[in-house]
């Protein structure tokens, strides 16, 4: 097997044959996998990582969350077409993104530091708040693990998500993080998308 490794700090990565990685200012990155083939990410040095990862590509790729220890995975998600996911990798894993078509893949995906969320009790450990499109557009925010809502013009959209959930949303081909749900969010407040949309693209 024909290994080929990029010197890049932090992490590495390697496959069955070449593809090209580009490094964007924001530290998004995009990855192409080859048709029938897999890619292998890891973070050595981090206690425990989030990486948000978004499937470009017009296919269905295979995600794993693999124990290195045994090389046994832990947990395994298809990543469909056009869509938008966040995971926590332990310390203990590594990523392995599977290319089983005979068609490249193409993702972007963006690393964070972070630590396990704690299983306790979701009423204590979560926020229920309404989201407000006061503007004449539907959109369409992503809340991984969750669902993709459209939200009309002028209508608002109740959510219960639990403390460290983030709602992103789509903004020239890339994902912008506009609120993270923390304890200084009010329960049944109305927060405004507008609002949330000016920040997140003006920071």
Same mark, same amino acid.
């Given at each position: 097997m024909l290994k080929k490794i990029l010197p890049i700090? @932090?992490?590495?990565?390697?496959?069955?044959t070449a593809f090209s990685q580009n490094k964007k200012k924001n530290g998004t990155s995009i990855i192409y996998i080859p048709a029938k083939q897999e890619i292998v990410l890891d973070y050595p040095s981090? +206690?425990?990582?989030?990486?948000?990862i978004w499937n470009k590509g017009k296919f269905n790729l295979i995600f794993s969350q693999v124990f290195k220890k045994?090389?046994?995975?832990? %947990?395994?998600?298809?990543? &469909?077409?056009d869509s938008f996911n966040s995971f926590f990798i332990d310390q203990v894993e590594f990523i392995r993104? %599977?290319?089983?078509?005979?068609? $490249?893949?193409n993702i972007s995906y963006k690393i964070r530091k972070g630590t396990? $969320? %704690?299983?306790?009790?979701?009423? +204590?450990?979560? &926020?229920?708040?309404? @989201?407000?499109? !006061? !503007?004449?557009?539907?959109?369409k925010v992503y809340i991984p693990g969750v669902k993709n809502p459209t939200i009309k013009s002028n209508t608002r959209l109740f959510l219960n998500l639990k403390i460290g959930q983030s709602v992103f949303l789509k903004f020239a081909n890339e994902m912008v993080e506009l609120i993270k749900i923390?304890?200084?969010i009010q329960n049944n407040i109305q927060i405004d998308l507008a609002d949330l949309i000016e920040n997140a693209i003006n920071e």
């Open positions: 700090s @932090l992490f590495f990565i390697f496959g069955l981090y +206690k425990g990582f989030i990486i948000d045994n090389d046994s995975v832990s %947990k395994a998600k298809i990543l &469909k077409e993104i %599977k290319n089983e078509l005979l068609a $490249p893949g396990k $969320p %704690k299983r306790n009790n979701i009423n +204590k450990n979560s &926020k229920s708040f309404f @989201l407000v499109n !006061t !503007t004449i557009q539907n959109i923390d304890d200084s």
